[in-house]
């Protein structure tokens, strides 16, 4: 599977073999080389490929589609396209993933992701408006649904999710107003180690990630859902520090207050030992 598509000569038939591999069961080993294989592809079919009988899709393989047009300019535009003409379905673009598309390099993807995702509003008056937050008595157990519906694919607590983010166990011990701040607003403080950078390849790939390792060779970015991306120096366009924690801004749209209550309940008990 890793050497599909590396061969521009047998390139549309290796195309066309991927794809079809997307949609055969296969474990999870063998669905990740497939999709690291699509986006090694510089092919303009391939976002047309993906959206072809979207609407049987499973979710996992949509999240893993998305991801993947998410690489390249040219496939991240027909991604807009296709939430545009109600192909794919507004919410199915995950928060961290509207973020990286509303603050794209590219000023055309930047316009398109702002007349689609509504902007969450002032940080100050969402914090305002969850307030009453502080003094609800939350339920830890729906909280630990929350938690993983919402912040799985980059923190680890209790066995679920993926180390990407901060411990959140050695923090159980926050107030309610500190959860609520670092939740709704994650950008009114950043350590410098989990800040967002915008990598570009030299064949037109984009990533965005923290960078968890660095050589004299090889630069390692961690993505959110813990994926990580090993990339040559010699292999390296560009690099920028988008200056935004990769935790996203609009979690508020997915978490009304009272489940808020909830998660942070769940986020309290959690201990380090």
Not at 181 to 189: Q, R, S, V, Y
């Amino acid at each position: 599977i890793r050497l599909l598509g590396r061969n521009p000569g047998s390139q549309p038939e290796d195309l066309k073999l991927l794809v079809a591999l997307v949609d055969r069961p296969a474990s999870a080993h063998i669905q990740t080389a497939v999709f690291d294989a699509l986006k090694r592809v510089r092919n303009p079919q391939v976002p047309a490929w993906l959206l072809r009988d979207w609407s049987r899709r499973a979710p996992a393989q949509r999240q893993s589609c998305i991801e993947v047009m998410l690489g390249r300019d040219e496939w991240a535009e027909a991604l807009l396209k296709a939430v545009a003409g109600k192909i794919i379905v507004a919410n199915e673009i995950a928060t961290a993933d509207r973020q990286r598309l509303l603050t794209h390099r590219n000023q055309e993807i930047r316009s398109a992701a702002a007349g689609l995702f509504k902007a969450g509003g002032s940080r100050k008056g969402i914090l305002a408006k969850y307030q009453g937050v502080t003094t609800m008595t939350g339920d830890a157990t729906r909280g630990g649904e929350v938690f993983a519906k919402n912040c799985a694919t980059c923190h680890f607590v209790r066995g679920q999710g993926h180390n990407v983010g901060p411990n959140l166990a050695a923090l159980s011990d926050k107030s309610p107003a500190d959860w609520l701040l670092a939740i709704l607003d994650p950008n009114a403080a950043v350590e410098p180690r989990y800040i967002a950078y915008d990598l570009e390849t030299k064949d037109d790939r984009s990533l965005s990630g923290i960078v968890s390792a660095e050589t004299a060779t090889t630069l390692t970015l961690i993505q959110a859902g813990g994926a990580q991306e090993k990339v040559l120096q010699s292999e390296l366009a560009s690099l920028r520090a988008s200056g935004l924690s990769l935790m996203p801004e609009g979690l508020e749209q997915a978490i009304p207050p009272p489940a808020m209550a909830d998660l942070i309940a769940f986020l309290k008990i959690t201990s380090p030992q």
